[in-house]
């Protein structure tokens, strides 16, 4: 039998991957494949990912959404499709709504004729960038045209669906899948190896994870079978870029010789309100709900920098230090 009809006949939970050629999904399939059965969907590129059926999908198009979710019937879908970059959404702001908000309204309309949880990748870019803890209940206060459509599908999801999951992410960074387009990751490291200097932003402070612990926190959260609730995911500190790259180079035996502090150019929307905001922009957001609710400690960038280190020398499992009380965790 072949690796499509085994997956028809495979009793775990199924996983749908909507976007599975983006930056996320690239990176949880790899995460997922292992304890699930995991499915997803393209838009154009059918990806060479072995042993994942792969169907197309145009996720602005509901009757594809509804014949996908007819036929693969998942548990849960991750919607990992989205126009992320700030300068992208900025350039492009009326595709920059329909992939990262239009979409997920088809899906999330869709999703509970079948069962199945939606979970969205929502990020920090719902603020302002004020220096305070964000909490969740804090009303978001947009200023970029991507934080305003993932401000607007967080508030579709929870007004709207009755089995969701929203994750509000910190700047998550790693390997991508694309041979055209990489990840700020993957150029500090081209940039390191060519031994080509550059200069990093040095004013939006934020946190930073290796994206393999987005993979750790959904499958606790679907082996717990938690649903309808907006998570924060990041780390306990915020750096900059600058801070980040230096803090690499010394973390993977790097000169940090070639690493420039400077200031790159942030897109603030059209009307937003900017009158408070200060020349350095501050992304923290408040972990306590989410360390309660899971029983976890989240990491620093230090120490999420010393787990890529490790993945990337060939430990490819996050190292859990499970405590005496109950199910608590730290991400070490």
């Not at 209940?137 to 999951?165: C, H, R, W």
């Not at 990093?200 to 926190?217: A, C, E, K, R, S």
Request: overall charge positive; hydrophobic content about 40%.
């Amino acid at each position: 039998m072949n690796n499509e009809q085994d997956n028809f006949t495979d009793k775990r939970k199924t996983i749908l991957i909507m976007g599975i050629n983006s930056f996320i999904g690239s990176n949880l399939v790899e995460f997922f494949k292992k304890d699930y059965r995991v499915v997803g969907t393209f838009f154009k590129k059918n990806p060479a990912t072995q042993g994942i059926l792969c169907l197309p999908c145009d996720v602005l198009e509901k009757e594809q959404v509804q014949l996908v979710l007819y036929a693969l019937k998942p548990d849960v879908v991750l919607y990992c499709v989205g126009l992320t970059g700030l300068k992208d959404c900025n350039d492009l702001p009326n595709r920059c709504d329909a992939l990262n908000s239009a979409g997920l309204f088809n899906v999330a309309e869709m999703a509970p004729r079948y069962g199945a949880r939606v979970m969205y990748f929502s990020s920090h870019f719902v603020f302002a960038g004020m220096n305070k803890n964000y909490i969740e209940m804090d009303n978001p206060d947009v200023i970029t045209n991507y934080g305003k459509a993932q401000a607007s599908a967080e508030f579709y999801l929870q007004k709207s669906s009755l089995n969701y999951l929203i994750f509000r992410c910190g700047k998550l960074y790693g390997r991508g899948v694309s041979p055209t387009k990489n990840t700020f990751f993957e150029l500090l490291q081209k940039n390191l190896k060519n031994n080509q200097s550059a200069n990093y932003d040095n004013y939006v402070h934020q946190g930073f994870l290796d994206v393999y612990y987005l993979g750790l926190m959904v499958k606790m959260c679907i082996d717990k079978n938690i649903s309808n609730r907006l998570i924060h995911f990041t780390s306990q500190d915020i750096v900059t870029y600058y801070e980040f790259a230096k803090l690499y180079c010394e973390i993977f035996n790097q000169s940090d010789g070639l690493i420039n502090t400077g200031k790159w150019f942030f897109p603030i929307s059209k009307g937003a309100n900017i009158e408070k905001l200060e020349e350095h922009l501050y992304y923290k957001l408040d972990l306590l709900n989410v360390e309660s609710l899971l029983k976890i400690k989240m990491p620093t960038v230090r120490e999420s920098l010393e787990f890529t280190f490790k993945r990337f020398q060939g430990n490819k499992q996050v190292t859990n230090a499970v405590t005496n009380k109950g199910d608590g965790v730290s991400f070490v």
